[in-house]
């Protein structure tokens, strides 16, 4: 069991700061030091936080070697998307030739980019610069434009094509 003393003002400092931190890690970590502080024991500490018992000695370790700046700092940056750099590339390409289907983009950003991804991570990158999927739909084949003009003129037409009543 690793022995850490929290002074006063780090206390305070913990106590304040635990609830109003913005990255949930680091959110953690403080409500670890301040059950630590309540000397409680690390297995009870874990379960309080829902962290592991190595992520409790981590942070323990962290604050003994640099105090509470150390334990609120993030060493982890957000990952970025390889398709990001190719964005307006494929952006115009597809304002140009819109795809038919998620495959047949899928198929042309590879060609585009040399970036091999799955459909559905295609599908969210299209999503993400403003595509939408294309309603395209079969017109039934005894389908008479002239006269569905002519009922939807008709009063009391229904714009779902059936009759009021």
């Not at 990255?23 to 309540?38: N, Q, T």
């Not at 390889?82 to 950003?109: G, Q, T």
Request: with cysteine; glycine share 6%.
């Amino acid at each position: 069991m690793i022995h850490v003393i929290i002074p006063p003002e780090d206390l305070e400092t913990i106590k304040s700061e635990r609830f109003r931190c913005h990255d949930p890690i680091v959110a953690r970590h403080l409500h670890a030091l301040f059950f630590k502080s309540l000397q409680l024991p690390h297995q009870q500490i874990c379960d309080f936080v829902d962290i592991s018992p190595p992520t409790l000695v981590e942070v323990l370790k962290k604050y003994a070697h640099g105090g509470l700046k150390e334990v609120m700092q993030t060493n982890w940056k957000p990952k970025r998307a390889v398709l990001e750099d190719y964005r307006e590339i494929i952006k115009n390409h597809f304002r140009e030739h819109p795809p038919e289907s998620v495959k047949v983009a899928k198929n042309e950003i590879e060609k585009l980019t040399g970036i091999k991804r799955g459909k559905t991570q295609i599908r969210e990158f299209l999503h993400k610069i403003g595509m939408e999927p294309r309603k395209v739909a079969g017109i039934p084949a005894k389908a008479d434009p002239v006269k569905q003009e002519e009922f939807k003129k008709k009063p009391g037409a229904s714009p779902r094509g059936g009759q009021k009543g």
